[in-house]
């Protein structure tokens, strides 16, 4: 039995004014290309499959006509839902999907059922899959009047955590009634201690839950998870695995090789390794004052193709950083080279409240959290207040993501 798992794909994304979708067509037909060439028996999707809950019209297409290149391989395919994805729209071609060998995990089902499936290797029921999408918070838990941050996140975490126990005893109680000893492989779509983050990858639980803890998964084979979008493995000893993005979503991922993690399951063995997947966009952030600017660049654009262009982002150092003519300097630097300018950013010195103190910095560059602590530096407010405030908005901001 071969297993692929990948997530994050988030089809539809824009970058900076850029459209990802001849990357995201290309790695798709190359997707199906290894499926075939690796007798690949299914695929598991761990979340993000679109960037937004409305993809655009172009992103489901990709979606659909991949489904549908899957059809010759044979191969089964299981999409999870994650934090950016809307369970309505998944849910929409549910049914029709069913009928491709394709099973959709949109959101959690009252019975549970419905989310333990069973993968086939040549007709034979051969792993079984505990498939859990993105847990939203209100789907496990109903407010309560009186409860603290530190509460809320206590009962987030045992109600996630409760959901994997199910699920993994009613695997093996399939087990046990039909005298099998299939591996049980489950998902997820959050994100757990002492994992790599990147700036392309957003808060999910804020203000609740900062990170779910690695010992309270159920004693799986595998367990696929997606949100993380740097490729790696949580601990040594246990085979808890993030996929990471196919593409990378932000310049701070730019020098990660992309992979996807590939699980064969043989005569009660298991192996797992890793599949390269190739860059189809090459960008690059470089840091430099003018005067080392464009030799840098050429160095970088040596080591491209040909054909290709780079997606530039340029970080000015200090020495440049004041003068006002700085965006027509580099584009001239830059005229004669294969390289898109995406975002040019002065070098921030360290500062108290950088919305107060750094005209030039973009809100883009700042997360919610900074922008909040940023406003937050502005008031003169006791520890208490702020403590209590930023609780607040921690809460309003996790249903405003939630809703997403």
Not at 192 to 203: A, K
Request: charged letters at 15%; one cysteine or more.
């Amino acid at each position: 039995m071969r297993i692929l798992h990948t997530s994050d794909w988030h089809l539809g994304q824009h970058f900076i004014g850029r459209s990802r979708a001849a990357e995201h067509q290309a790695f798709l037909l190359w997707l199906v290309s290894q499926v075939k060439a690796l007798n690949i028996d299914a695929i598991i999707v761990a979340g993000d499959i679109f960037d937004t809950a409305t993809p655009p019209s172009y992103a489901r297409e990709l979606y659909n006509q991949f489904i549908v290149e899957l059809q010759s391989c044979q191969c089964q395919l299981v999409m999870l839902a994650g934090n950016h994805d809307a369970p309505a729209v998944l849910n929409e071609s549910k049914a029709l999907l069913q009928h491709l060998n394709t099973s959709v995990i949109a959101n959690i089902s009252e019975d549970l059922n419905q989310q333990l499936l069973v993968l086939q290797h040549q007709g034979q029921p051969a792993t079984l899959l505990c498939a859990i999408p993105f847990l939203r918070a209100r789907d496990l838990l109903q407010s309560q009047a009186g409860q603290s941050a530190s509460d809320k996140q206590q009962s987030l975490q045992q109600a996630i955590a409760q959901h994997y126990q199910q699920l993994y005893q009613l695997a093996q109680q399939y087990n046990t009634e039909h005298k099998l000893n299939l591996p049980v492989v489950m998902t997820g779509h959050l994100t757990t201690v002492g994992v790599s983050r990147s700036e392309s990858v957003r808060d999910i639980y804020i203000g609740t839950l900062d990170a779910f803890a690695a010992n309270a998964f159920p004693p799986a084979d595998y367990i696929a998870l997606g949100h993380i979008h740097q490729s790696q493995q949580i601990k040594a000893d246990t085979d808890i695995r993030y996929s990471g993005s196919p593409i990378a979503l932000s310049f701070d991922e730019a020098a990660q090789q992309k992979q996807l993690w590939l699980i064969e399951f043989k005569d009660g063995d298991k192996t797992v390794s890793t599949l390269p997947v190739p860059c189809f966009q090459p960008l690059l952030s470089i840091k430099t004052d003018l005067a080392a600017l464009k030799q840098k660049v050429q160095q970088a654009v040596a080591a491209i193709a040909a054909t290709d262009t780079l997606w530039l982002e340029l970080v000015i150092t200090e020495t440049d950083a004041y003068l006002t003519d700085l965006q027509q300097r580099v584009e001239t630097e830059l005229q004669d080279l294969p390289v898109a300018l995406l975002r040019l950013r002065r070098q921030r010195t360290a500062v108290t409240n950088p919305l107060a103190s750094d005209h030039d910095t973009q809100l883009s560059e700042l997360t919610p959290q900074q922008v909040w602590q940023a406003r937050l530096a502005g008031e003169e407010l006791t520890a208490e207040q702020q403590q209590q405030l930023s609780e607040l908005h921690g809460q309003v901001l996790a249903t405003v993501l939630e809703a997403k």
